[in-house]
């Protein structure tokens, strides 16, 4: 009987990954399509009609690299921003103690609810004409700087560490810095990779900022690249859809990769192994 079960779950969890990665198997095919094909048989591709056409073409219409480029260098600095302000934020709110602590969290986990598209217009006006920031890193990186969610991850992991830890080395004389840096990041570097994860997933991905404050096709993004070149340029494309494709499976790609190399790190360490019994 527990065999049978076994060998059930094994044959519906095949389904599901198959049904789950189906689109992503089509994507890569139609990307290589010189001729599409948008049938149900395209799934099925035939050897002389792949090739790499249609990300040449792609790269020739809006410039793949040099947008995949700047959309590396926005991710590159949400996340470490991200990273930055979320420990020492976190940190502060799981281990320090202070007067306000939970009214400053209760406040933090109410901002979550606001959605950004209500700060659009206000962000933008302090922004562009505030800072002047328009077609810049700098003006894309910086709303997206302080993350609320890595903040929340952050607290949670600190506050499952054991508190003798931490008064251990404030005993020997040790900086809360020094304690935030020797003790405490060393123990959450499951924190610190989900957090990196959840965080690249949301700029990489960003298109409605991005394309607000950046009227130059150098600086924009992948995403905001591939958005203008469906609305303008894809009908006038010999192959547009495979065109479309091959952009998009360069823009999914990083994420795919990422988290293909560092799934198997999402596990908690073991938190207590630093005391002594």
Aim: charged share 10%.
């Amino acid at each position: 009987m527990t065999r049978g079960r076994s060998w059930w779950r094994t044959i519906a969890l095949t389904l599901g990954a198959i049904v789950f990665l189906f689109p992503f198997y089509y994507m890569i095919v139609g990307s290589l399509q010189a001729t599409p094909d948008t049938s149900l048989s395209g799934a099925l591709p035939r050897p002389d009609n792949l090739s790499l056409d249609n990300y040449r073409e792609i790269n020739a219409a809006i410039g793949l690299w040099r947008s995949l480029l700047n959309s590396v260098i926005v991710t590159a600095g949400v996340v470490v921003g991200t990273l930055v302000f979320g420990v020492l934020a976190g940190y502060a709110l799981a281990q320090l103690r202070y007067r306000g602590r939970g009214t400053l969290f209760a406040a933090m986990l109410l901002l979550q609810v606001i959605p950004f598209q209500l700060l659009v217009i206000p962000l933008y006006v302090q922004v562009v004409r505030g800072y002047g920031l328009a077609d810049s890193y700098l003006g894309m990186i910086l709303p997206f700087v302080i993350n609320s969610v890595a903040v929340f991850v952050f607290r949670q992991f600190f506050l499952q560490l054991p508190v003798e830890l931490f008064e251990a080395a404030r005993l020997d004389g040790a900086s809360e810095i020094r304690v935030l840096r020797s003790v405490a990041l060393p123990l959450v570097r499951p924190a610190l990779l989900t957090a990196t994860l959840l965080t690249f997933i949301g700029p990489w991905n960003e298109f409605l900022w991005p394309f607000l404050i950046t009227k130059e096709t150098g600086m924009q993004p992948l995403a905001v690249a591939l958005a203008n070149y469906m609305s303008t340029v894809a009908s006038a494309a010999s192959n547009p859809y495979g065109a479309i494709l091959a952009g998009a499976c360069v823009l999914a790609a990083p994420a795919v990769l990422l988290f293909i190399a560092f799934q198997r790190h999402f596990v908690s360490s073991d938190l207590g192994s630093g005391v002594k019994g």
